[in-house]
């Protein structure tokens, strides 16, 4: 292990910190919730500047993906948190009697939180929020690729956070990975599926349990719909594409799959709306955030540097070197094995890919990796069956895009190849939670068959206790005739 003696002792402070206890205290973790609302009450602002000097995000689109999201949380966490804390109590069989079981929520201990930099506020202060309310100590690795909100934490945190608890450690791959070599006690990633494979594989060594909220290739079903309902379905698209992070987003929509004989109205429409939300001139779009660096503006034109590819640009298609700004656009049936159909494409471009029947998209869906969220528009009942039962992802949506995100009651995360483990709200809490099970027995009453010496009664008295045979224990141990073939 490379030595770092600075990362080595806040390592060593936050362990010392959680022995002592003081993370486990409700008043402790309510203190810190109630800090995490100060902060970004207080902070608004900067905050507002931060994403925009970083990704180019209105004021607007900050507070209804980051802050507001933030603030949601925080709120959420205070007003349940003594309810989540409280033990479970149950019931246990009658055989266990005179017994108690529960099941209590410790904090796993020193937590490392991974964030990445699309939502660079969020991703790191609402895992925090579940980590703090679950009681745990915490770092924080934000990414380095959006560096002044990195900054900003590391600067700010020690003044609203408990120092001795909460620590920022900022720094690239190398200071990722040198954090990586320590033994933690839950690690809770969020980046790419390829990274996400190193995070697993170094918790594996300490076998530290891992949350991994990944990315992939979020489908949006498109069936064909009445006018009415055009509109307002075409808005949620293109919400879902251009309206969070310029398409550099989890669950933002990678692609839309319609029938063939719907693709020019659906096409018609996401242009119009398009123009409605953005207008035409790339270079003012000041409503459409920017790529983040140059590294991911190259990567998004490289897709339309294969001919075959810009041959089907049907919408856009512009980039604006200065700003790192992508024009919304739209391309019409993109080769299936073009990097643009098999890359996560994290960026303004739209693949619309048409099928002669909607519900081929399934198999199609079926045939590659499983998608963190899957959205549908349709109204008719069976599909919605068909698609729940026929394709796993990580949420299905009917009729909207990325709302998912701001339902606490909802579990958000993957599976397969975008992830496991699941967060927000009450599943926030348990994820940064073990759940213990408890059982207290009184020393009344024994249940001898489970001892030895064996004999036929007592197997026959198990049968009954494994089957909750009441009366047949009753009548075994009356000395009354047996209750079943030994
Ligand atoms: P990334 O995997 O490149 O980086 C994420 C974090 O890992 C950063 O903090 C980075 O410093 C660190 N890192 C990068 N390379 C590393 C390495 N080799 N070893 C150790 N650590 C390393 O991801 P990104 O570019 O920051 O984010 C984009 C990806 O994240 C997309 O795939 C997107 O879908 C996914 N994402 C998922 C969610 C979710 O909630 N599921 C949310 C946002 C982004």
């Given at each position: 292990?490379?030595?770092?003696?600075?990362?080595?002792?806040?390592?060593?402070?936050?362990?010392?910190?959680?022995?002592?206890?003081?993370?486990?205290?409700?008043?402790?973790?309510?203190?810190?919730?109630?800090?995490?609302?100060?902060?970004?009450?207080?902070?608004?602002?900067?905050?507002?500047?931060?994403?925009?000097?970083?990704?180019?995000?209105?004021?607007?689109?900050?507070?209804?993906?980051?802050i507001?999201?933030?603030?949601?949380?925080?709120?959420?966490?205070?007003?349940?948190?003594?309810?989540?804390?409280?033990?479970?109590?149950?019931?246990?069989?009658?055989v266990?009697?005179?017994?108690?079981?529960?099941?209590?929520?410790?904090?796993?201990g020193?937590?490392?939180?991974?964030?990445?930099?699309?939502?660079?506020?969020?991703?790191?202060?609402?895992?925090l929020?579940?980590?703090?309310?679950?009681?745990n100590?915490?770092?924080?690795?934000?990414?380095?690729?959006?560096?002044?909100?990195?900054?900003?934490?590391?600067?700010?945190?020690?003044?609203?956070?408990?120092?001795?608890?909460?620590?920022?450690?900022?720094?690239?791959?190398?200071?990722?990975?040198?954090?990586?070599?320590?033994?933690?006690?839950k690690?809770?990633?969020?980046?790419?599926?390829?990274?996400?494979?190193?995070v697993m594989?170094?918790?594996?060594?300490?076998?530290?349990?891992v949350t991994?909220?990944?990315?992939?290739?979020?489908?949006?079903?498109?069936?064909?719909?009445?006018?009415s309902?055009?509109?307002?379905?075409?808005?949620?698209?293109?919400?879902g594409?251009?309206?969070?992070?310029?398409?550099?987003?989890c669950?933002?929509?990678?692609?839309?799959?319609?029938?063939?004989?719907f693709?020019?109205?659906?096409?018609?429409?996401?242009?119009?709306?398009?123009?409605?939300?953005?207008?035409?001139?790339?270079?003012?779009?000041?409503?459409?955030?920017?790529?983040?660096?140059?590294?991911?503006f190259?990567?998004?034109?490289?897709?339309?540097?294969?001919?075959?590819?810009?041959?089907?640009?049907?919408?856009?298609?512009s980039?604006?070197?200065?700003?790192?700004?992508?024009?919304?656009?739209?391309?019409?049936?993109?080769?299936?094995?073009?990097?643009?159909m098999?890359?996560?494409?994290?960026?303004?471009?739209?693949?619309?890919?048409?099928?002669?029947?909607?519900?081929?998209s399934?198999e199609?869906?079926?045939?590659?990796?499983?998608?963190?969220?899957?959205?549908a528009?349709?109204?008719?009942?069976?599909?919605?069956?068909?698609?729940?039962?026929?394709t796993?992802?990580?949420?299905?949506?009917?009729?909207d895009?990325?709302?998912?995100?701001?339902?606490?009651?909802?579990p958000?995360?993957?599976?397969?190849?975008?992830?496991?483990?699941?967060?927000?709200?009450?599943?926030?809490?348990?994820?940064?939670?073990?759940?213990k099970?408890?059982?207290?027995?009184?020393?009344y009453?024994?249940?001898?068959?489970?001892?030895?010496?064996?004999?036929?009664?007592?197997?026959?008295?198990?049968?009954?206790?494994?089957?909750?045979?009441?009366?047949g224990?009753?009548?075994?141990?009356?000395?009354?005739?047996?209750?079943?073939n030994?």
């Amino acid at each position: 292990m490379i030595d770092n003696p600075e990362m080595r002792r806040s390592v060593e402070e936050l362990r010392l910190t959680f022995k002592s206890g003081k993370t486990r205290s409700g008043d402790w973790r309510k203190a810190q919730l109630r800090a995490i609302l100060r902060l970004i009450q207080e902070n608004e602002d900067t905050l507002f500047r931060l994403l925009e000097s970083e990704l180019g995000k209105h004021p607007v689109e900050s507070y209804r993906d980051e802050i507001g999201v933030v603030k949601k949380s925080a709120d959420h966490a205070l007003t349940y948190i003594d309810q989540w804390m409280s033990p479970k109590k149950g019931r246990l069989p009658l055989v266990f009697f005179p017994a108690s079981r529960k099941v209590l929520s410790e904090p796993f201990g020193l937590v490392l939180i991974i964030g990445s930099w699309n939502f660079p506020i969020s991703l790191i202060l609402d895992p925090l929020i579940g980590a703090i309310s679950a009681g745990n100590t915490v770092v924080l690795k934000p990414s380095e690729l959006a560096l002044n909100c990195a900054s900003f934490f590391a600067n700010i945190l020690p003044s609203y956070l408990d120092p001795k608890a909460i620590k920022v450690i900022q720094g690239g791959i190398d200071v990722s990975n040198q954090l990586l070599q320590y033994k933690w006690d839950k690690i809770f990633f969020t980046g790419s599926t390829k990274v996400g494979k190193i995070v697993m594989g170094a918790a594996a060594m300490n076998l530290t349990p891992v949350t991994l909220e990944l990315g992939g290739k979020c489908p949006v079903i498109f069936d064909c719909l009445p006018n009415s309902d055009l509109k307002v379905a075409a808005k949620r698209v293109a919400s879902g594409k251009w309206g969070a992070c310029a398409g550099q987003a989890c669950i933002g929509i990678d692609y839309v799959i319609v029938e063939q004989k719907f693709a020019s109205t659906l096409i018609e429409q996401l242009k119009k709306t398009i123009k409605e939300f953005y207008g035409d001139d790339v270079k003012n779009l000041r409503n459409l955030a920017k790529i983040i660096n140059r590294g991911h503006f190259d990567r998004l034109r490289s897709y339309l540097e294969d001919p075959t590819v810009a041959n089907c640009i049907v919408y856009g298609g512009s980039f604006d070197d200065t700003s790192l700004i992508i024009e919304p656009t739209i391309l019409l049936d993109p080769p299936l094995d073009a990097a643009i159909m098999n890359e996560e494409i994290f960026g303004p471009l739209l693949p619309v890919i048409t099928m002669d029947k909607i519900e081929e998209s399934i198999e199609f869906i079926n045939s590659k990796p499983k998608p963190l969220a899957l959205y549908a528009f349709t109204k008719h009942e069976n599909f919605k069956k068909r698609i729940l039962a026929e394709t796993s992802s990580g949420s299905v949506t009917f009729n909207d895009t990325m709302v998912q995100f701001v339902c606490d009651d909802l579990p958000f995360g993957g599976v397969g190849q975008s992830g496991f483990g699941r967060y927000h709200g009450k599943y926030s809490f348990d994820t940064f939670s073990h759940e213990k099970a408890v059982l207290e027995r009184s020393f009344y009453l024994e249940l001898e068959p489970r001892h030895p010496p064996w004999s036929t009664f007592k197997l026959e008295f198990l049968r009954c206790v494994y089957n909750y045979n009441y009366a047949g224990m009753l009548r075994l141990l009356l000395g009354l005739k047996r209750t079943s073939n030994p």
